[in-house]
């Protein structure tokens, strides 16, 4: 069951600008979290931001969650080449009586370059 | 540094041998998950377990099996492995309590092949 959708599938950029993916969802979340991949390797968590939240901040992160809408967005400002891998939001749901599982979207290809 | 490793990074089979992939992580963490990631459709959890000797499926459950028998380690198991296992498997690990709670951690993945 697919529960987040990212938008774009995939974004090109030029070193120094800012890049905004979106996330939508369908049901009720606890939380809703996103992840970072480099190629061929596994996913690393950025930032978690609570339904009861509406935005956060982590560095050059920039996370906003509108619960109305069922919606997300990263913001990463002034990308570096660096910032070139998938970016994936993931929903917090219960499954099965626990409360510890993730769902996640296909993901955003970003390619920054310099 | 806390760390989920698996066993192998890379791993090419025969069609209908068995497959074992192993997954330990060091942070005392209670839920342990396995995923597969295959282009174009992201990642898809097949198993988790939230505590030792429990297991519960996910979305993709069918032709796998796992086992946990101690808190820090869990396996994939593959009875008889099919061409279309071949993919990219994730273990991770989560906290059910604390700040980090149900903040996954990830291993670096290993690349099954099934020829």
């Known amino acids: 069951s697919q529960q987040g959708e990212e938008d774009p599938q995939a974004l090109s950029i030029q070193e120094g600008e800012n890049a905004t993916m979106n996330c939508s969802y369908k049901t009720s979340i606890n939380n809703l979290q996103w992840y970072r991949q480099n190629s061929g390797r596994g996913l690393v968590h950025l930032i978690l931001?609570?339904?009861?939240?509406r935005e956060k901040h982590s560095g050059r992160l920039r996370v906003t969650l509108d619960t109305s809408k069922k919606s997300s967005s990263l913001l990463i400002t002034a990308s570096r080449a660096a910032d070139t891998a998938s970016y994936f939001c993931a929903t917090g749901v219960r499954y099965g009586g626990s409360q510890g599982n993730l769902i996640f979207g296909k993901g955003t290809k970003l390619s920054v370059k310099p | 540094d806390v760390k989920v490793t698996q066993s192998s990074r890379y791993l090419v089979k025969r069609t209908g041998e068995k497959v074992f992939l192993e997954c330990v992580q060091d942070m005392d963490h209670e839920n342990m998950f396995w995923y597969r990631q295959d282009p174009g459709l992201g990642l898809r959890l097949i198993y988790f377990?939230?505590?030792?000797?429990?297991?519960e499926k996910g979305d993709i459950p069918e032709g796998y099996s796992v086992s946990r028998e101690k808190k820090e380690r869990f396996s994939l198991i593959l009875e008889s492995a099919s061409t279309n296992q071949t993919s990219m498997y994730l273990c991770?690990?989560?906290?059910?309590?604390?700040?980090?709670?149900?903040?996954?951690?990830f291993g670096a993945g290993s690349r099954l092949t099934v020829l």
């Open positions: 377990s939230y505590d030792v000797k429990m297991k």
């Open positions: 991770a690990s989560s906290s059910q309590r604390g700040a980090g709670a149900n903040v996954l951690t």
């Open positions: 931001i609570r339904s009861n939240e």
